[in-house]
């Protein structure tokens, strides 16, 4: 099979991303590879989303699949549905608030036909854009990544373990097989990227004929807004415990896990924060003093 044989499925996933969604879909549109389907879910959004979904797969020049639903707040299992209506031996994913590099897929698929061992392409960096479109040159993320040479995927999960981030799933290709055989995400688990990393990771491990490949470069713009998903700490860190409980419970909670809380608490309601301690595995972490009085102080206030 040839890379122009073969079917990409670009699997979309958004929550009231209206004014958003048409140059993410025209950036898939503009891709220079054409072999390409469309599987965007729309998770009960308020907003227009579903019509301007609607009528840009009337429009599409590739085969365009809408799925409108009711609200899940479940991106794992939004995620798992698309995947599940994808025809295409390669996938990619995005979400509809960002877009995609006009080479971001025929950059990847040539050498993953040519290397059937390849499970995935992905890129360690990214462009932050805002709402305009414009590129945020402030936006520059470190990436730990770009400082290791040949990465393996025992260094891919030793970086999901210390900072929760390795590499960027938006723009990346996977090869469809494979992420189905891993069973996909976790549709019990908040996090949903660093959950496919973590699987895809011990899947190498433990069928090393397997391999992937790191680009050090963009491929995909995101969108920096009020409503990024990241912004919600509580949430962020509590998909981050439950990544250390599943993927890594043989070893200690890494010391930046003692910052996040302290920070999550600072920012949070009494009941906010009471909820944090009460799923927390103390077991595995040792509270310092000064959480523990900041916790007492939001009893008092509240």
């Known amino acids: 099979m040839s890379g122009n044989e073969a079917l990409v499925s670009v699997c979309c996933l958004g929550y009231n991303h209206g004014k ?4 993410n879909v025209r950036s898939i549109w503009n891709q220079s590879y054409k072999n390409i389907e469309i599987i965007a879910v729309n998770d009960g959004s308020t907003d227009n989303s579903a019509e301007i979904l609607d009528k840009l797969a009337e429009q599409s020049p590739f085969p365009m699949t809408v799925i409108n639903q009711s609200n899940t707040g479940n991106i794992g299992k939004n ?30 698929l040539e050498r993953m036909v040519a290397n059937p061992n390849i499970i995935f392409i992905a890129n360690s960096q990214i462009t932050g854009i805002d709402n305009n479109n414009n590129v945020l040159n402030d936006y520059v993320p470190v990436m730990p990544l770009d400082e290791i ?24 290709l996977f ?68 990544v250390l409980n599943r993927f890594f419970s043989d070893k200690p ?27 927390r595995n103390v077991s595995r972490y040792k509270w310092r003093f000064k959480t523990l009085r900041l916790l007492f102080k939001k009893y008092i206030e509240g």
Not at 158 to 164: A, K, Q
Not at 184 to 200: A, S, T, Y
Not at 217 to 237: F, G, M, T, V
């Open 20 to 23: 958003f969604i048409e140059k």
């Open 79 to 108: 995620l798992n549905r698309a995947i599940a209506k994808a025809k295409g031996a390669y996938l990619s994913i995005i979400a509809m608030d960002d877009e995609l590099y006009p080479d971001a897929l025929e950059s990847k």
């Open 149 to 172: 040479e040949n990465p393996t995927a025992q260094d891919i999960l030793d970086l999901e373990y210390r900072n929760s981030h390795s590499f960027y799933v938006q723009g990346s």
């Open 175 to 242: 090869r469809t097989d494979i992420v189905r055989k891993v069973g996909c995400f976790d549709e019990d688990m908040i996090g949903d990227d660093i959950v496919l990393r973590c699987k895809l990771c011990n899947f190498i491990l433990q069928n090393p004929q397997f391999c992937f490949v790191i680009d050090h470069k963009p491929a995909c713009y995101y969108r920096i807004h009020e409503n990024n998903i990241h912004k919600n700490s509580i949430r962020q860190l509590n998909s981050v415990v439950q």
């Open 253 to 279: 909670y890494p010391k930046i896990i003692d910052k996040w809380y302290y920070s999550a608490l600072r920012h949070s309601d009494f009941k906010s924060a009471k909820k944090l301690w009460n799923e």
